[in-house]
Structures are given as C-alpha cells and as structure tokens.
C-alpha cells in the first residue's frame, strides 16, 4: 500500500503512522508550574537527541500541561519508566485539569530532585535532570492542542544502583516500557550483542 498522509486516503480502520515508528521509548515527563505545582505525563515521542552533552527530547500533541511548564520554568525531568509501573504511568495519562496532581491521582511519591524544581517518582530507576536548551513549534491540526518539540540538556543524571551490573545499565533488571501501535505496548526483556568489528 502507499498513502500521502494528510492528500490521499489509506483505508485503514486507524492512523499507520505510530506503528510503523516502532518500539518507542516512554518518557514519563515531570514539570512544575509557576505556582510550584507537579505535574506528570508520558510521552511516547521521547529520546535521546545528543551524547556529549546528553539531551533528550519530548513532544508534546496532546498535553499541554507539560509544554506550558517547560517553557514558562525552563525545566523538566524525564523518567524511564519499568514495566512493573504500567498501571500509574496509564493513570498519569488521564485528562485531569491544569493545577491537578498526577502523583496523587496515580498513587505515587514524589521525591525532590538535586539540580531542578521538578520532582522525581520513586520506584522508577532511572531520572534525566532537564534544563530546556530549545523548544521547535510544530505543525498542529488542532490550534486549541499546539504542537512542539521539547529539547533539553541533561544536568543531573539518576541511576538506581539495583539496576547496574558489571559495571552497565542492564535494562533487563527493569524492564522498560515502549509504546507501539494503537493501543500496545512492550516492554524490553531480552538483548542482544553485536559490536563493530563484527562485520570487518
């Protein structure tokens, strides 16, 4: 099949597009407002961008919460979020009203950060400390949910001792989420190795 997304049809019962990028990293997203109050949201439009220095990046279509607070703060931290906590980063997708508490919504415990006003969530191994280095406006097909990049630089990075083996991040130990198509998900439990000097 093909399709020009947006001109022709693709007489499909959803949207290919998200299928068809994938696994994707789940990034669980945490800013506070001006006010100081937490928010907290997943984003499956999140990676790392650069190594030296590390940045990753979200992008936001949906929620505004967390746009609006990293430009208005100039801050965020993105979570790496373990398959045992499915069902909390579920709930932190729930539409609640800005100045709502997702932390709470979900059941969850925050826990203070070491460089940022945003907070972290305890149980989850991995927390990127965020200053915002750029925010790209994207193209939106609803004006009411603008649409934008959010890139920052990594300042304080946390790495639960439990899941370090030999010396390396063994993700197996936590087995972290990825969003599919549609509405499935996986969870990365198995790796493999393959190194350069492989194919000389």
């Known amino acids: 099949m093909f399709y020009e997304p947006g001109k022709t049809p693709h007489n499909l019962p959803h949207d290919p597009f998200k299928a068809c990028v994938a696994p994707r990293p789940i990034g669980w997203i945490s800013t506070v407002d001006k006010q100081g109050r937490p928010n907290l949201a997943p984003y499956s439009f999140f990676n790392a961008v650069n190594g030296n220095p590390p940045m990753v990046m979200f992008s936001s279509g949906g929620s505004i919460d967390s746009l609006t607070n990293a430009r208005e703060t100039g801050e965020f931290i993105a979570a790496v979020t373990p398959r045992a906590m499915l069902r909390e980063i579920n709930f932190c997708s729930a539409p609640l009203p800005p100045g709502e508490d997702e932390f709470e919504y979900a059941g969850l415990t925050k ?9 972290r969530i305890k149980g989850v191994p991995i927390h990127m400390e965020c200053k915002v280095f750029q925010i790209v406006d994207l193209p939106s097909a609803n004006p009411d949910r603008p649409s934008a990049m959010v890139i920052g630089t990594v300042i304080g990075l946390h790495i639960d001792d439990a899941v370090i083996r030999d010396g390396m991040v063994d993700v197996t130990l936590f087995e972290p989420l990825a969003r599919l198509g549609y509405h499935e998900y996986a969870s990365v439990a198995e790796t493999f190795i393959v190194r350069r000097e492989d194919f000389w």
């Open 111 to 119: 826990e203070p950060a070491q460089t940022v006003a945003p907070f």
